[in-house]
């Protein structure tokens, strides 16, 4: 349903050319895995994998004590030559697309112009263990918006 959903809502964001280079989900596996930041409200993760050759999955997660809240279900869908992010979260009835308008090696960068808040996200490796991840809005000429710092969580393996 969630995949339904998503294809709905780009197409109506509509698939054009891009006026950058080709951008492709292979230039973002630096995401891939799981990423964390410690607040003095909880735990927060992003977590991150690869389901099929076009689409990464993601869930945002808060652990407070012993309880898990989920915040938000992720998604990065590749159409063609397009990269789409695709958030659900509890306070929206629909999942909403943020269309890929510029990338370089490190950062992303998601728009949505005609959504409330955010209206762009922001992806940025800061180096092999850490990235921001930067939400803002465009209000009355001015920028508004917070980041979120996360480091790479390690995945200790049982033998």
């Known amino acids: ?83 789409f992010y695709v958030a659900k979260v509890a306070h929206n009835e629909l999942p909403v697309a943020f269309k890929l308008v510029k990338h370089t090696e490190g950062e992303w960068i998601f728009e949505n112009p005609t959504h409330d808040f955010p209206q762009r996200i922001i992806y940025k490796k800061e180096s092999e263990t850490k990235i921001n991840v930067r939400v803002e809005k465009d209000a009355d000429g001015k920028t508004e918006g917070f980041d979120v710092k996360f480091e790479k969580e390690e995945v200790v393996k049982k033998m």
Request: aromatic share 8%; net charge positive; no cysteine.
């Open 1 to 83: 349903m969630f995949r339904i959903k998503t294809i709905l809502i780009i197409s109506i964001l509509g698939v054009t050319g891009s006026s950058f280079g080709q951008a492709n989900l292979n230039d973002l596996t630096w995401l891939l895995g799981s990423w964390k930041r410690t607040a003095k409200s909880g735990l927060v993760l992003e977590n991150w994998q690869r389901v099929s050759e076009n689409t990464f999955e993601g869930i945002g997660l808060k652990v407070v004590a012993k309880d898990t809240t989920v915040l938000e279900r992720l998604r990065l869908e590749q159409f063609g030559s397009e990269i």
